[in-house]
């Protein structure tokens, strides 16, 4: 049975204890396809996963987190689930800041970036009807970040409230630069005939932002007045805490680990790494982090079964395929022959932001939370 907190070292049963690190879309996948092949333990400052492509949704139409945030006691009932975040790596153990040690004889890092976002669900749930709130109650909008984060959230506010405000500022030279150009100006094409004010090349200084006076600053000087703003910047990766610890000299100068061929962290044969945090060169996205969780799930069983490092599977870098989402009905898909904007990439995605098929995944009911 799962449940919060509980250290020690772990289960008698000699090499099946698997620690996982980080319960995102890809920790959290891997711990519930293990749990009835080893002896589980899912270390995560929060008690819940959360289908991370949903979120923007979820900041204009609340009710659609209810099926996007999932407890980790909803799919995990096989396994411990140490509420906490995780300080430090040794060669047998994980050490947490709320003080256990836990024993492992596989461990795999899924940490991704760095998010603060409340520890429990209800008040995650919370955030997002706060969130709702204050874009109803604003005339006028800034959105601070043009990656996918920030154009998601404009295309949601534009096609749900078009009589509201929009501006949205990024650095950058074109919004999405992590794809290509033709995607980056349908996308912005698309921004501007719903009525979004974008701004390219300019900033605004994240550490003296207030909404107190409704007047926010660009780099360039130009003056935007927003009753409310949200920052859609790129977050860090979440992998300071392993800089001092036994696998700090397996991460690159970007902070991410070093991985092989099979997703282990180089240099460590019972140390894997899945997700963001990784060093795989391909766009950073939660469905290729799944599949990153698959490959290391058949490795696991293979090195418990004893089969052999010679029979391990390997994860193939995917081709640059992405899709944004641009409002509930309309995207602009990336595709390695060709780009496409509206309807039928918006059916594969927009409508659903394939909430029900990771639910399916996770073993869940895909309609009702």
């Known amino acids: 049975m799962?449940?919060?907190?509980?250290?020690?070292?772990?289960?008698?049963?000699?090499?099946?204890?698997?620690?996982?690190?980080?319960?995102?879309?890809?920790?959290?996948?891997?711990?519930?396809?293990?749990?009835?092949?080893?002896?589980?333990?899912?270390?995560?400052?929060?008690?819940?996963?959360?289908?991370?492509?949903?979120?923007?949704?979820?900041?204009?139409?609340?009710?659609?987190?209810?099926?996007?945030?999932?407890?980790?006691?909803?799919?995990?009932?096989?396994?411990?689930?140490?509420?906490?975040?995780?300080?430090?790596?040794?060669?047998?153990?994980?050490?947490?800041?709320?003080?256990?040690?836990?024993?492992?004889?596989?461990?795999?890092?899924?940490?991704?970036?760095?998010?603060?976002?409340?520890?429990?669900?209800?008040?995650?749930?919370?955030?997002?009807?706060?969130?709702?709130?204050?874009?109803?109650?604003?005339?006028?909008?800034?959105?601070?970040?043009?990656?996918?984060?920030?154009?998601?959230?404009?295309?949601?506010?534009?096609?749900?409230?078009?009589?509201?405000?929009v501006t949205l500022v990024h650095k950058g030279s074109r919004l999405l630069e992590f794809i290509g150009q033709k995607a980056s100006k349908k996308a912005m094409d698309w921004l501007t005939s719903k009525n979004v004010k974008v701004l390219l090349g300019q900033s605004i200084d994240l550490d003296s932002i207030s909404e107190a006076d409704g007047v926010y600053t660009t780099s360039a000087g130009e003056k935007i007045t927003a009753d409310c703003h949200f920052v859609c910047v790129a977050k860090r990766l979440g992998s300071s805490w392993l800089q001092e610890s036994v696998l700090g000299d397996s991460l690159d100068q970007k902070g991410r680990l070093l991985v092989d061929e099979n997703l282990r962290v180089r240099g460590h044969k019972n140390i894997f790494a899945i997700g963001d945090i990784t060093d795989v060169p391909e766009i950073k996205q939660?469905?290729?982090?799944?599949?990153?969780?698959?490959?290391?799930?058949?490795?696991?069983?293979?090195?418990?079964?004893?089969?052999?490092?010679?029979?391990?599977?390997?994860?193939?870098?995917?081709s640059a395929i992405a899709i944004v989402s641009l409002g509930r009905k309309e995207a602009v898909a990336q595709l390695p022959f060709t780009t496409v904007i509206g309807w039928l990439p918006g059916i594969v995605k927009s409508r659903d932001l394939f909430v029900s098929k990771t639910r399916k995944e996770m073993g869940l009911n895909p309609r009702k939370a």
Request: proline share 3%.
């Open 2 to 165: 799962a449940a919060a907190g509980g250290g020690g070292e772990g289960s008698s049963r000699i090499n099946n204890r698997v620690v996982v690190v980080g319960g995102g879309v890809a920790g959290a996948l891997l711990a519930k396809n293990m749990q009835f092949h080893a002896d589980v333990v899912l270390i995560d400052p929060k008690e819940y996963f959360e289908i991370t492509w949903a979120q923007l949704r979820s900041m204009v139409e609340p009710s659609f987190a209810e099926r996007s945030v999932i407890n980790h006691t909803d799919y995990l009932t096989n396994g411990r689930i140490i509420a906490s975040s995780a300080v430090n790596v040794t060669e047998a153990k994980v050490l947490t800041a709320n003080g256990h040690s836990v024993a492992y004889d596989y461990l795999v890092i899924a940490t991704g970036h760095a998010d603060s976002t409340p520890r429990n669900r209800k008040d995650r749930l919370e955030q997002f009807q706060q969130d709702s709130q204050k874009i109803k109650s604003s005339r006028s909008v800034l959105i601070i970040g043009g990656g996918p984060t920030g154009v998601e959230l404009a295309g949601e506010i534009a096609v749900d409230y078009p009589e509201k405000k």
């Open 286 to 318: 939660g469905f290729l982090a799944q599949k990153h969780a698959v490959v290391v799930v058949k490795n696991l069983m293979r090195l418990i079964k004893g089969t052999g490092e010679n029979k391990l599977a390997t994860y193939k870098p995917s």
